[in-house]
């Protein structure tokens, strides 16, 4: 498995050997979704919040007796059926949605997304990315010359919504900064690449892949430390 490595101008540089383990990985929908939706509940915040019959004031004294007025009996006007009472089965905001997601299947579903992307003509790799200072011009012009490295990258420079996910070796203010004032574009450490971000864009550039590689594949040696124990 090869693939071309480009420039920051979009001039083909060398080709180089993808790792099997990375982007030879078969598809798994049901792992991926696993992933994606207990990320997805890891990061709710609960802001909705209701008071049970417990919270709300007032509602102390039985509000009649219990026999001889010809009305329902009630004890308490904090009854959710009463004006004024407390909420039944509301939303509360100390649930806690978290779930649990194993080291093993984050980096397996990474892998997986990864190869799916690659197979599909989705993923470019850069052999850098510099910028003296930041500067929108610099990285819009080198968003065009890398949509026509290849036919397969041209919706990088057209595609208005979620166009790139923008794979830094290390983190870089200038490039950070400079790709900032483009919203279909996100930019992030190599080393921070989740299933999440990838999957919300359209391609993914990785600069320096071969330190790249070394991440990701340290998340899959991290894995298997962790499955041991």
Same mark, same amino acid.
């Given at each position: 498995?090869?693939?071309? +490595?480009y420039n920051q101008k979009g001039k083909e540089v060398t080709k180089m050997a993808l790792p099997e383990a990375i982007f030879g990985v078969a598809w798994n929908s049901d792992l991926?979704?696993?992933?994606?939706?207990?990320?997805?509940?890891?990061?709710? +915040?609960? +802001?909705?919040?209701?008071? !049970?019959? =417990? !919270? +709300?004031? =007032?509602? =102390?004294k039985k509000p009649w007796q219990q026999k001889g007025t010809g009305r329902a009996r009630? =004890?308490?006007?904090?009854?959710? &059926?009463w004006v004024g009472g407390g909420v039944a089965h509301g939303p509360r905001n100390e649930k806690n949605f978290d779930r649990k997601v194993n080291r093993k299947m984050k980096a397996k579903a990474l892998y997986a997304v990864l190869s799916k992307k690659y197979s599909s003509g989705e993923i470019l790799f850069v052999d850098s990315l510099s910028f003296d200072t930041p500067k929108t011009k610099d990285a819009r012009e080198t968003i065009i010359a890398l949509?026509?490295?290849h036919k397969d990258f041209g919706e990088l420079s057209t595609k208005r919504n979620n166009a790139a996910? &923008?794979?830094? !070796? $290390?983190k870089d203010i200038?490039? $950070?900064k400079s790709f900032a004032n483009f919203s279909n574009m996100t930019t992030l450490e190599?080393?921070?690449m989740n299933v999440l971000d990838i999957l919300q864009s359209k391609f993914i550039v990785i600069e320096n892949p071969e330190?790249?590689? !070394?991440?990701?594949?340290?998340?899959k040696i991290l894995a298997k430390k962790t499955a041991k124990k």
């Open positions: 498995m090869e693939a071309t +490595v991926v979704s696993q992933v994606v939706n207990s990320m997805n509940t890891n990061s709710r +915040v609960p +802001v909705a919040h209701t008071k !049970d019959r =417990g !919270d +709300v004031s =007032g509602g =102390g009630h =004890g308490s006007s904090r009854s959710p &059926i949509s026509k490295a996910v &923008i794979a830094t !070796d $290390e200038n490039t $950070e190599a080393r921070n330190k790249t590689f !070394d991440f990701l594949l340290g998340k």
